[in-house]
């Protein structure tokens, strides 16, 4: 009898810790803890600039690259409204490199965007997203799980987003 409750014991044991690093492991952001710079060149580690009130939209972009801009233009025209609407953040990543950043800040405030911009001067981000073409699109939940992402851009897929970012405020609830 002693060797079924010892052995009951250990089963429970070791189910509780599957379940607690389950438990754990879902939590668990899939933005990695890396660092990306500002406009003014300050390095910032892109898992706390998430919005944990709400979900975070996060643009891989480049200077060169007319329909991420455009898609940008489209998102920042409504954004105040998609503030209101689903508490999202929006942070668009340049993925320019030491040639081309310079770009980034003059394009960025010559737009008027009013969402933060940073740049992924290394790829390292890029890299961990494994984002291979922009636009990259992600939406995140407020944990910073991924629940959405988009390759390229066509006019109209800011309202994609929007319906995705609506379904995941409507779900929190």
């Avoid at 709400?54 to 329909?67: D, H, N, R, Y």
């Avoid at 073409?133 to 910073?144: Q, R, S």
């Avoid at 629940?147 to 995705?164: C, F, K, S, W």
Wanted: contains cysteine; charged residues 25%; aromatic residues 10%.
């Amino acid at each position: 009898m002693k060797h079924i409750s010892l052995y009951f014991l250990t089963c429970m044991a070791i189910w509780l810790c599957a379940v607690e690093a389950k438990a754990q492991n879902e939590e668990k952001s899939d933005i990695p803890e890396v660092a990306v710079a500002d406009l003014k060149g300050n390095k910032i580690l892109i898992h706390e600039e998430l919005n944990t009130d709400g979900p975070t939209l996060i643009s891989f972009w480049a200077t060169w690259c007319k329909p991420c801009i455009n898609e940008l233009n489209a998102i920042h025209d409504d954004y105040i409204d998609w503030q209101d609407d689903t508490g999202v953040k929006v942070i668009a990543i340049s993925i320019d490199d030491s040639r081309s950043r310079t770009r980034v800040p003059t394009i960025a405030n010559g737009k008027g965007w009013e969402f933060d911009v940073y740049i992924d001067e290394n790829s390292d981000l890029r890299r961990a997203l494994n984002v291979n073409n922009v636009p990259h699109t992600f939406i995140l939940d407020k944990n910073g799980k991924i629940i959405y992402q988009h390759t390229a851009y066509n006019p109209g897929d800011e309202y994609e987003y929007l319906r995705v970012l609506r379904e995941y405020v409507a779900s929190q609830k």
